[in-house]
């Protein structure tokens, strides 16, 4: 499923939990394509060719990097939800650094999400990533990759 999500045109995809690898290689991925990505900021080192600048006033690029979307304002929080159903044909990453997993159900957001990846670096010695794919905010498909170290 990691995969798959790679390979999108278009959708919104949730990263939850602090998991800069995972989001430092699907914005590699998509700009490698040619697609002009566009960022809040950056808050993990890219490869690719990235675009600083605010999303909300800019519908010239293919994929968009909206950080932190959960933590915000309830203003900015439903211009957000605004913006997300106005640009259902782009491809936006959302990077919330709070874990967030089964509790989504009680964001409004979860209705324009298409993936929700949870990050969870566990104190055992190993990393936990849950992927879900949802439609019309409810969970479909889920898969759980497990990496120790």
């Not at 890219?46 to 690029?61: A, C, L, Q, R, T």
């Not at 566990?122 to 170290?149: A, N």
């Amino acid at each position: 499923m990691l995969k798959k999500i790679a390979e999108l045109n278009s959708g919104a995809v949730l990263i939850t939990g602090d998991g800069k690898r995972l989001a430092k290689i699907y914005i590699n991925a998509w700009s490698k394509d040619g697609r002009r990505v566009l960022a809040e900021y950056i808050p993990f080192q890219v490869n690719g060719d990235v675009y600083i600048g605010p999303p909300f006033e800019s519908d010239d690029f293919d994929v968009y990097l909206i950080i932190n979307p959960l933590s915000r304002s309830k203003a900015e929080r439903e211009k957000l939800r605004e913006w997300l159903g106005e640009h259902r044909d782009k491809l936006i990453l959302l990077y919330e650094h709070k874990y967030v997993k089964d509790s989504i159900t009680r964001y409004r957001i979860k209705d324009f999400i298409d993936y929700l990846i949870a990050y969870k670096r566990e104190t055992v010695g190993f990393e936990r990533v849950d992927v879900m794919r949802l439609e019309d905010g409810r969970i479909v498909e889920s898969k759980t990759y497990v990496r120790r170290y």
